[in-house]
């Protein structure tokens, strides 16, 4: 049997990136004789087997026929005549399908190379359309690669357009979705990955619901990039940029979802947005099962993100029901991600992007002063239950608003 390492491991040391798993590819060999040399098969069906020690993963050669639509609509064809090229040639993009022998000798027979330096994603052969996945794969390698310069070839979009077409991509499991999507947004770009989907046709399957905010125009003054979809992709670019937390990147995301239901006849105004946002929002949270933190900064975000951007004109009052909101006595770190996606939403806008945003220091203060009253002295008293509950807000309602008074002082 020969053994090649493949795929990421050989793209990434020909980039100059750091290598993190390897995958090997195994030519020549039958179960049994993986199995016989101490190797652990990964599933009952499927050829994949791990390295007794490192753990690394060792694919027999194989070729693919579709048999169904969906995950888990594969046959796999592996017998120890499958070639390395066979196997290469039903793989996604050409940077992904060369391999590397254990003398370091590259075998790159659909032009890998060429590509990297030409800073293409192109797909290797008609096989792309075996698992429509491979749509929001390449989306999300040009939002990874973009800083370098990638783009997607002509002939590899349509391809993903005609996919997008096809009806394929509604059968991929809400998992597989998520697991892309989440990869996507903690890529450099994340926006390029969105963009990616839009420009093909994959969005308006997949996130209907973003895709429906692209055309829909909101007021110049304060967003001179005008399109709602534009200024979504410069908020979910942002929120690379601040390096937020992936809930944050989500969030900043869904967190305009309620300018796509705004009658028309009241454009470019969007009044009440926010709340009518909150039911669009559950509804993609649902679809792909996405974890808890992220549903719920998800909704906080679109709900109160306009509360952020006025934080100096919020009576105390209001600033005490936005940290209820938040529970930010029990998730105090919440708050970071809260107000990084709320300045990713004001960075978003063009040139005006980069005006400061001191709201943000402005709550984190008064976050500190509501977090700093302790039930202890109220405890003390002998206070319990609701009365308690009643004197602590009393009690967070005066310092915010003595943090308030100072702060005014002080400006
Ligand atoms: N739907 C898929 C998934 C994987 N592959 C192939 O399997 C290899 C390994 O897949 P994976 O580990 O998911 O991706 P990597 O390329 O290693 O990328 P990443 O750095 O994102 O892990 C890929 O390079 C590609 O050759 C494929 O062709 N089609």
Redesign the pocket.
């Known amino acids: 049997m020969q053994i090649y390492k493949?795929?990421?491991?050989v793209?990434?040391r020909l980039l100059g990136r750091a290598v993190?798993?390897i995958?090997y590819v195994v030519v020549g060999a039958t179960p049994e004789q993986m199995q016989a040399q101490g190797f652990r098969p990964v599933g009952a069906d499927f050829p994949v087997f791990l390295h007794p020690k490192t753990g690394a993963e060792y694919a027999l050669a194989r070729t693919e026929r579709k048999s169904g639509v969906g995950y888990g609509g594969f046959t796999f064809h592996t017998d120890p005549s499958v070639t390395l090229e066979e196997d290469l040639i039903?793989?996604?993009l050409t940077i992904?399908?060369m391999a590397e022998d254990a003398h370091g000798t590259l075998v790159d027979p659909y032009g890998g190379q060429r590509d990297l330096a030409a800073r293409v994603l192109r797909h290797v052969s008609p096989a792309f359309a075996e698992?429509p996945?491979?749509v929001l794969?390449v989306a999300r390698f040009a939002a990874r690669f973009a800083p370098l310069g990638f783009r997607i070839a002509e002939e590899t979009l349509q391809l993903m357009r005609a996919l997008a077409e096809s009806g394929e991509l509604q059968a991929l499991t809400a998992e597989r979705v998520w697991k892309e999507t989440s990869?996507a947004l903690m890529e450099e770009r994340p926006d390029v990955y969105f963009r990616t989907l839009h420009s093909c046709g994959a969005l308006r399957v997949l996130l209907p619901e973003v895709e429906q905010l692209f055309g829909v125009p909101q007021p110049e003054k304060h967003h001179p990039e005008i399109d709602t979809g534009e200024h979504v992709m410069q908020v979910v670019e942002q929120s690379a940029v601040l390096n937020l937390p992936l809930a944050a990147r989500w969030a900043a995301l869904l967190h305009d979802l309620g300018k796509g239901t705004t009658p028309p006849s009241e454009w470019p105004r969007h009044i009440a947005h926010e709340v009518r946002g909150l039911k669009l929002v559950k509804q993609v949270n649902a679809r792909f099962k996405v974890p808890r933190d992220c549903q719920d900064l998800a909704l906080l975000v679109c709900e109160l993100h306009t509360h952020c951007h006025r934080a100096f004109e919020l009576r105390g009052e209001t600033l005490l029901k936005l940290f209820q909101k938040l529970d930010l006595s029990r998730r105090a770190d919440r708050l970071e991600s809260f107000v990084g996606a709320c300045e990713a939403d004001s960075r978003g806008r063009n040139e005006l992007g980069k005006r400061p945003y001191p709201q943000a220091d402005y709550l984190r203060g008064a976050a500190q002063a509501y977090l700093a009253v302790s039930a202890q002295p109220l405890l003390e008293q002998g206070l319990e239950g609701a009365e308690l509950g009643k004197a602590l807000q009393a009690e967070r309602l005066q310092a915010l608003n003595a943090y308030k008074a100072a702060h005014s002082i002080s400006e």
Do not use: T, Y
């Open positions: 493949v795929g990421g491991a793209r990434d993190e798993d995958d039903r793989r996604d992904n399908a698992d996945l491979r794969r990869r």
